[in-house]
Nanobody, 124 residues
């Protein structure tokens, strides 16, 4: 399983970025993709997740109304549209895959495959 995250960068407060996670090398009956982030000196934090069909989407309270997760099945890509960015959104963002069905499993331990991170910096 390979997950390739990209799209990070430097943006001013109030700005937007779109992260992409391209997936390949798997053949599971079910999977979900989650975005996590890790700020310096902090633990991994769940940000948003989506089921393989796109029918289930889940967001951390801290990003509800600002971030939108979506998927393009044909391209095996999951996107994280981040709007109204705040300095506290600064972190390394990772995408990860959970390979079993669980409607409420959005913690780091539930995701067995991880991609490399992409840095998001929100600063004026």
């Amino acid at each position: 399983v390979q997950l390739q995250a990209s799209g990070g960068g430097l943006v001013q407060p109030g700005g937007s970025l779109r992260l992409s996670c391209v997936t390949s090398g798997f053949n599971f009956d079910y999977y979900a993709i989650g975005w996590f982030r890790q700020a310096p000196g902090k633990e991994h934090e769940f940000v948003a997740g989506i089921s393989w069909s796109g029918a289930v989407r889940h967001y951390a309270d801290s990003v509800k109304g600002r971030f939108t997760i979506s998927r393009d099945g044909a391209e095996n890509t999951v996107y994280l549209q981040m709007d109204s960015l705040k300095p506290e959104d600064t972190a390394v963002y990772y995408c990860a895959m959970r390979t079993y069905f669980c409607g409420s499993c959005w913690s780091e331990a539930d995701f067995g495959f991880w991609g490399q991170g992409t840095q998001v910096t929100v600063s004026s």
